[in-house]
């Protein structure tokens, strides 16, 4: 109830309509069943990155609880969106790339609100996995050269099947398969200023520049080590910020106890940023993402960063109001 009062539903209504609906200069008849609401679909796509269902999944809950139907603003003898029109919907949105343009519409809200960006800006990556594809090493080495394994082109349905834009990386001496979902957010309010997805080979800092985020109110960049480089420093100073990044010490050259202690010091603003990846991992079904291919990662991912923002924007509200 406090989500479907607090999002201002009808500001994303005329980007959701350019992109989804036929203009009726181009329909060939007028007859037919109505399009659902396009805010109808949209409140369901939000819903169902809350609690990270399936498409059917969704439908069903929609049907089965009245708190669902009612979020969707929807009566009981109003036509619940099925799965398909469901994934028919999200795929315009990703193929168009408006969940970028609709986290940003919310973003400007956010501002107007009084919640600007303040206190630095923390810039981390986390991964977000997906089912993990059992290849062979010849289909795997053939996929990272950007090509199809023969076999795949001689079985279509097996090759739909297969994301060929995930990849493996290892942390922790764990290996992982998917994602990075590469975020920046902002000191004070812990809301996502800026996002971007790439495969999970890509290195943090590969998509620092992208980033940085000139409306926060104080120039210190806060990231940890792996972050740190003299070509990183060199471009935050030219850009004019303030490096707080970590520093890391090597093999015969150790911290001194001042870098430590200073490490330590950035570590209590920088460690803020954590807490977004745990909610994200700790709501319904985690981080994991069930779609192929980048672009619908990318669809996925950036709901997923849009319904956190959401959420907090609760949360903000509360102890304001406390």
């Known amino acids: 109830e406090v989500i ?45 990155s809350l609690y990270n269902l399936s498409d059917a999944q969704a439908e069903y809950q929609a049907r089965d609880r009245l708190s669902f139907t009612r979020f969707l603003a929807l009566g009981i003898e109003d036509r619940i969106p099925d799965g398909t029109t469901l994934w028919l919907f999200r795929e315009k949105l990703a193929k168009a790339g408006l969940i970028e343009k609709l986290f940003e519409q919310f973003g400007r809200h956010l501002e107007a609100k009084g919640y600007m960006a303040r206190g630095g800006q923390m810039v981390d990556a986390t991964i977000v996995p997906v089912p993990k594809q059992r290849n062979s090493r010849e289909d795997n080495e053939a996929v990272k050269a950007g090509k199809t ?8 349905t097996k090759n739909r099947q297969k994301d060929k834009d995930a990849r493996w990386t290892k942390k922790n001496n764990k290996s992982f398969f998917g994602y990075k979902n590469h975020v920046n957010a902002d000191a004070k309010n812990k809301l996502i200023r800026r996002y971007e997805v790439s495969d999970a080979s890509v290195h943090d800092s590969q998509t620092l520049d992208g980033l940085l985020n000139k409306d926060n109110t104080s120039q210190d960049v806060y990231a940890d080590s792996a972050y740190r480089s003299a070509e990183i420093e060199a471009k935050l100073k030219a850009r004019g910020f303030t490096s707080r990044i970590h520093r890391r ?74």
């Open 149 to 156: 394994p023969g076999e795949w082109e001689k079985k279509p």
């Open 249 to 322: 010490g090597s093999r015969n050259h150790p911290l001194s106890q001042s870098q430590q202690e200073a490490n330590r010091r950035k570590s209590k603003i920088r460690a803020r940023v954590e807490h977004i990846f745990g909610a994200q991992q700790n709501t319904p079904g985690g981080r994991i993402v069930r779609t192929i291919g980048i672009v619908r990662a990318r669809a996925k991912i950036g709901l997923q960063n849009l319904v956190y923002n959401i959420r907090r924007l609760v949360v903000l509200g509360r102890l304001a109001a406390a």
């Open 4 to 48: 479907a009062r607090l999002v201002p539903w009808e500001d994303f209504r005329a980007e959701i309509e350019a992109v989804v609906l036929t203009a009726d200069s181009d329909k060939k008849s007028s007859a037919g069943r109505k399009p659902i609401d396009v805010l109808v679909m949209f409140r369901m796509l939000v819903v169902q």
